[in-house]
C-alpha cells in the first residue's frame, strides 16, 4: 500500500459532526483500551466546576464516553495554560509513565521534550502511544479571549473554538460563529513563528486537522507510522469507527502538505533572521543586548518551573535564586539545558515580565547543533553532545 493510501478518516454521524477531531482521536483510543494495549489516554477536564478556559486540567482516563470538547478544543488552539504541558503530565504527574502504558495526543514541540526526557531516562518513551498533531501553531489564550471579547462573544459562552494556520474559529453555545483572523491583536506565538518541525518527529500516527473551521468540510486524516500505530486504524475500520480516505481528500491532504512545506521554510527563515541579526552585533554589544532583554528578570523561577525539559526535582538554581543575579541565573541555565530547549515556548508564556526566553534559548540551541550537529527532541539516539556517554566516548 502506497504511504498516501494508507490515509483514513473518521466516519462521522449527525451526533458527532461538530466533533471530528475529537471523534478520530476517541476511536483510535477506544480500540487501544479494548485491545490492552494502553491502561488509559490522557484527557483535558476542568479543574473546578465551572473553571471554563482558564482552569484546564489533565488527567488520565479511561472513559471513551466522556469529552470535554471545549477543554479539547481549547489545548488545539491554545495549548495549555499556565506551567501545564504533556511532558510535565508525563514526567511528574504519572511519574515517567514507567508502570502504565498512556496513549496521548501531542505536538510537535511537545513530542521533542518528552524525546529530551527519554534520552535522560526520566519517561519509559516506549509506554507512549502517541498521535502526533501536525501543528498549526498556537495563540494566547489571553489573546484569544481579548479578540473574542472585541468580535461581541461572551468568552463564557464558548463552546468550541478550533484553528488553521490562518484564523480561528469560535462557536458560542447559542449556536453563533465566528472566525477570527490571525492579526496584530491575536497573533500567532513567537515560538511557532519560527518553528519549522511542524509535522511530529516521532509518533505511532499522525493526525492532521488543518482544514476544519466550523461551516467548511473538516478534512481530518490520519495516518500509520508504526506497527502499532497500523493495527491500531485496522482495528478501528473493521469496527467501521475509521474509513479509509478518499481521493479528493487525498488530494487536499497534497496542498496541505505544500502549505506546512511553505510555513516551515518562512518559519527557518524567520529563525535564521533572528539569529543573523545577534550575530551581526559585536561581542560586547551581544552581551549588551542580551543583558538588556533579561535586565526586567524578576528571578521568580517560573520560566524553570514550566519549561519540560527542566527535569532536576532538586534544581539548583531554584534553591539558589534569592542569592544570584539574573543574569548569572540565565546564563548558568543555559548552560545546563540551553542544547535541549525545543522551542516550545512555555518559558515566554510563563514570564510576568513578558521575556521571550524561547528566542534566546532556542537561538543558542540552534547554533550549537550548527557546530555539534545536535538537533534536540528529533530522534530517540543521538546524544547532548555535553552528555555523560559522548564525554566518555571522547575519552
Ligand atoms: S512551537 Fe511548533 S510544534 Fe509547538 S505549538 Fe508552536 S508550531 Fe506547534
Ligand atoms: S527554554 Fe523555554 S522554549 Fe526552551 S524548552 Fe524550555 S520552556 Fe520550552
Ligand atoms: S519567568 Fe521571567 S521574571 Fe521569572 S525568572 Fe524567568 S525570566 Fe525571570
Known amino acids: 500500500m502506497s504511504e498516501e493510501r494508507s490515509y483514513a478518516t473518521c466516519r462521522l454521524s449527525e451526533e458527532n459532526r461538530d466533533?471530528?477531531?475529537e471523534t478520530t482521536i476517541l476511536a483510535l483510543y477506544k480500540v487501544l483500551l479494548e485491545k490492552g494495549d494502553v491502561d488509559a489516554f490522557l484527557t483535558f477536564t476542568e479543574k473546578k466546576q465551572g473553571g471554563g478556559m482558564q482552569a484546564i486540567s489533565v488527567e488520565a482516563s479511561t472513559d471513551?464516553?466522556?469529552?470535554?470538547?471545549?477543554?479539547?478544543?481549547?489545548?488545539?488552539?491554545?495549548?495549555?495554560?499556565?506551567?501545564?504541558?504533556?511532558?510535565?503530565?508525563?514526567?511528574?504527574?504519572?511519574?515517567?509513565?514507567?508502570?502504565?502504558?498512556?496513549?496521548?495526543?501531542?505536538?510537535?514541540?511537545?513530542?521533542?521534550?518528552?524525546?529530551?526526557?527519554?534520552?535522560?531516562?526520566?519517561?519509559?518513551?516506549?509506554?507512549?502511544?502517541?498521535?502526533?498533531?501536525?501543528?498549526?501553531?498556537?495563540?494566547?489564550?489571553?489573546?484569544?479571549?481579548t479578540a473574542a471579547k472585541k468580535q461581541g462573544v461572551d468568552p463564557s459562552k464558548i463552546e468550541y473554538c478550533e484553528m488553521t494556520p490562518s484564523e480561528v474559529a469560535i462557536r458560542e453555545t447559542a449556536g453563533k460563529s465566528v472566525v477570527l483572523k490571525l492579526d496584530q491583536n491575536m497573533k500567532l506565538r513567537e515560538c511557532c513563528t519560527?518553528?519549522?518541525?511542524?509535522?511530529?518527529?516521532?509518533?505511532?500516527?499522525?493526525?492532521?486537522?488543518?482544514?476544519?473551521?466550523?461551516?467548511?468540510?473538516?478534512?481530518?486524516?490520519?495516518?500509520?507510522?508504526?506497527?502499532?500505530?497500523?493495527?491500531?486504524?485496522?482495528?478501528?475500520?473493521?469496527?467501521?469507527?475509521?474509513?479509509?480516505?478518499?481521493?479528493?481528500?487525498?488530494?487536499?491532504?497534497?496542498?496541505?502538505?505544500?502549505?506546512?512545506?511553505?510555513?516551515?521554510?518562512?518559519?527557518?527563515?524567520?529563525?535564521?533572521?533572528?539569529?543573523?541579526?545577534?550575530?551581526?552585533?559585536?561581542?560586547n554589544q551581544r552581551f549588551k543586548h542580551l543583558k538588556g532583554m533579561l535586565d526586567p528578570c524578576t528571578k521568580c523561577g517560573l520560566c524553570i518551573r514550566a519549561c519540560p525539559v527542566c527535569w532536576c526535582k532538586d534544581c539548583i538554581l531554584l534553591k539558589k535564586i534569592k542569592t544570584i543575579d539574573s543574569l548569572l541565573l540565565h546564563a548558568t541555565r543555559l548552560v545546563h539545558m540551553g542544547d535541549t530547549c525545543v522551542n516550545c515556548g512555555k518559558c515566554d508564556e510563563n514570564c510576568?515580565?513578558?521575556?521571550?526566553?524561547?528566542?534566546?534559548?532556542?537561538?543558542l540551541?540552534?547554533?550549537?547543533?550548527?557546530?555539534?550537529?545536535?538537533?534536540?527532541?528529533?530522534?530517540?539516539?543521538?546524544?547532548?553532545?555535553?552528555?555523560?556517554?559522548v564525554i566518555l566516548s571522547k575519552g
Open 194 to 283: 519560527r518553528c519549522s518541525y511542524r509535522e511530529p518527529p516521532i509518533c505511532d500516527v499522525t493526525l492532521s486537522a488543518w482544514r476544519r473551521v466550523l461551516s467548511r468540510n473538516p478534512t481530518i486524516l490520519i495516518r500509520p507510522v508504526t506497527e502499532r500505530g497500523k493495527s491500531c486504524i485496522e482495528s478501528a475500520k473493521t469496527q467501521g469507527s475509521l474509513i479509509a480516505a478518499n481521493d479528493s481528500e487525498l488530494s487536499e491532504k497534497g496542498q496541505i502538505d505544500s502549505t506546512i512545506r511553505s510555513i516551515e521554510k518562512n518559519a527557518s527563515e524567520e529563525l535564521a533572521k533572528e539569529n543573523e541579526e545577534l550575530a551581526k552585533l559585536e561581542g
Open 64 to 145: 471513551v464516553s466522556r469529552l470535554d470538547h471545549l477543554l479539547f478544543s481549547q489545548y488545539l488552539v491554545a495549548g495549555l495554560p499556565r506551567l501545564l504541558s504533556i511532558p510535565k503530565v508525563i514526567h511528574s504527574q504519572l511519574r515517567g509513565c514507567f508502570d502504565k502504558k498512556i496513549a496521548l495526543l501531542a505536538r510537535p514541540c511537545e513530542i521533542e521534550a518528552l524525546v529530551e526526557l527519554s534520552k535522560r531516562n526520566q519517561i519509559a518513551f516506549e509506554n507512549l502511544f502517541i498521535i502526533g498533531l501536525e501543528c498549526p501553531g498556537c495563540v494566547s489564550l489571553s489573546d484569544l479571549l
Open 352 to 363: 510576568p515580565k513578558g521575556i521571550q526566553l524561547s528566542k534566546i534559548y532556542y537561538g
Open 365 to 389: 540551541a540552534v547554533e550549537l547543533g550548527k557546530l555539534t550537529g545536535y538537533k534536540p527532541g528529533l530522534d530517540l539516539v543521538q546524544s547532548s553532545q555535553r552528555s555523560g556517554k
Open 19 to 21: 466533533h471530528p477531531v
